[in-house]
Nanobody, 116 residues
Framework: QVQLVESGGGLVQPGGSLRLSCAAS????????MGWYRQAPGKQREPVAT???????NYADSVKGRFTISRDNAKDTVYMQMNSLKPEDTAVYFC??????????WGQGTQVTVSS
């Protein structure tokens, strides 16, 4: 089992910044990748950014150049720095951990609202 606890969401004006954190605990050793997904009202959940165990990263085209995913292995924590936020970034953001045996684990979600 892997437990994920997110923090860092909130309300921000367009052009502003937020940093999301996701602290993992449990059977961490088998986790192949961690990342962030988001779900806006009336839309499907979509991948935003992923970081693999060896450090490689992937980003959705809509956030490239604005969002940066990183991790602190000592703290078993993944971060996502979100800059130049736009209203269309408004969504519930979910942390994901993919275990090579047990599959996907999800955090509870954190709301990000970009509005003036």
């Amino acid at each position: 089992q892997v437990q994920l606890v997110e923090s860092g969401g909130g309300l921000v004006q367009p052009g502003g910044s937020l940093r999301l954190s996701c602290a993992a605990s449990g059977t961490i050793s088998g986790v192949q990748s961690m990342g962030w997904y988001r779900q806006a009202p009336g839309k499907q959940r979509e991948p935003v950014a992923t970081i693999r165990s060896e450090g490689s990263t992937n980003y959705a085209d809509s956030v490239k150049g604005r969002f940066t995913i990183s991790r602190d292995n000592a703290k078993d924590t993944v971060y996502m720095q979100m800059n130049s936020l736009k209203p269309e970034d408004t969504a519930v953001y979910f942390c994901n951990a993919r275990h090579f045996i047990y599959g996907d684990y999800w955090g509870q979600g954190t709301q990000v609202t970009v509005s003036s």
